[in-house]
């Protein structure tokens, strides 16, 4: 069945996300690497999200981002605005935790984060600003003295995951019936931006319309995100409109597909609608990788997933366009 006919039978009123085994993933054995690919498939079209386990990024790697996510985020906030990356177009607001809104009928996201993108690991620092992409600009580290070993803790945790992340390309594309390649000359200078995040406690009286990030939709291909074990706080809403909880998944790693691939597949892969609430009582953590693909690539809609009853849904813009005019959205307010 073609995938316009196949995306025209599943149902996508989900109850649960599911969990797929990426174990296979580097098989030598094609037959396997599309089994794999055929799970993935599922999920992205029913779902829009999923949980990987046997993705290789050791606990221990986790751990020590956690660790130095802690230890930023503890520090007073003057510290923390020294460390302002310019590849944040946010006018942070000093005086609250509220910076972004995601959601533009809530009152804003109760969160705060660290957001870095990619660097050569042979620089001993990043002195080298990146000339490619719009939203280029030079990593802005904490004082080492502030945070000892962050940057290298963090960067252990992202060139992981930025691993794993290239490692998924393939099995998305033979998930659409492409060639296992397809995505390698569209990903030559992957845009790979990460998030350290703290979502604080709401305490004292609740305003429903503040909560930790309110809903939206990611915007580049994918998300791997880490979410902090026995904390639930991540939901992703279903076509009933229901909020589905997406709890930690001891480990496990969350991903979900964003806008740059809901345009490329005409919404054929789902970017679904999801928010997190931390009405634990105590502080969560997330730390989000948005994997997208280079910036000059066109989002067009792939021809397998266009059809006479199934028109382009998309203007076609690059994907650098798209990003940039979503940031403005989200902190421009
Ligand atoms: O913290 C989470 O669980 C979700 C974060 C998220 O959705 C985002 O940063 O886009
Ligand atoms: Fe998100």
Redesign the pocket.
Known sequence: MSLVDTAQTVDLDFQNVPVIDLQNIGSKDPSERRKLADTVRDACMRVGFFYVKNHGIPESTTEGALEMAKKFFDLPIEKKMEARSDLQLRDLNKSSLISGNNNPYGAGDLQEGFEFGWEDPNLADNKAAKADGVMAGANVWPAKEDVPGFREQVLQYYYAAVSLGKSLFPIFALALDLPETFFDDKTQHSAALM?L?H?PPQTGPVDERVI??GA?T?WECF?I?W?EPGIQ??QVLNSEKKWINAPPIPGTLVINLGDQFARWTNDIFKSTV?R?VNRSGVRRY?I?LFFGTDYNVKLEPMPSCVSPERPPKYDVITAGEYVKSRLEATYNH
Request: charged letters at 10%; aromatic letters at 6%.
């Open positions: 998030k995040l979502y930790g990030i939206h990611d998300t995100l979410q706080a991540l999801h997190a997330s989000p």
